[in-house]
């Protein structure tokens, strides 16, 4: 029997290493550490809060997220956890780590592109780096992504949408 050990028997460091292990049901290229769905980790005496920001309220992800992330814990032998969910600061995609960024780039999806007014349109073409893209649909296989067509490969392809 697997004895649980109490949340000060861990470091926090330890638990953000636990938590890239969860991966993003939609993008299960990206982990919850390279969205930046994770906000905080901290253990007081003897309890272990983590916060977590959804990426898209009503993402029907999220729910998924949050159950992967306390059976996560409790795989690793993590107990008397609270897992909280903060809506304000609602999550950007600036959040997203670089890594992520290039991780959903290697997945075919064209990661958020930020820029100074928040424009949300793909830099270029995941497939062949072609600048020349147009939008086709407003919703792409999830409401989180936009579907675009290259005008240079024909290629269709998801872009992550920013907000
Ligand atoms: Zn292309």
């Known amino acids: 029997m697997v004895t649980d050990a109490s ?5 926090e460091r ?7 292990e969860v991966h993003d049901p939609e993008v299960p290229v990206l ?12 253990i007081i005496n003897d309890s272990l809060k983590v916060v977590i920001t959804p990426t898209y309220s009503g993402c029907p992800a999220m729910n998924t997220i949050e159950e992967d992330i ?21 999550w950007t995609t600036e959040w997203m780590s670089d890594e992520g ?5 290697e997945f075919g999806i064209a990661p958020p592109q930020s ?3 928040g424009s949300g349109r793909p830099e ?7 600048k020349e893209t147009k939008l086709k649909s407003e919703f792409g296989s999830t409401a ?20």
């Open 31 to 42: 982990t919850v550490i390279d969205l930046g769905i994770v906000r905080k980790v901290q």
């Open 115 to 117: 820029g100074s007014k």
């Open 124 to 130: 270029a073409c995941p497939n062949c780096g072609s």
């Open 144 to 163: 989180c992504k936009a579907l675009y067509i290259c005008l240079e490969c024909k290629e269709p392809f998801d872009y992550f949408k920013c907000h």
């Open 101 to 105: 960024k290039t991780k959903l780039k």
């Open 14 to 20: 330890e638990i953000w290493n636990y938590l890239s």
């Open 7 to 11: 949340p000060s028997e861990f470091s």
């Open 70 to 90: 306390i059976a996560k814990l409790k795989e690793k032998g993590v107990s008397n956890f609270t897992v909280e969910t903060v809506l304000a600061p609602a």
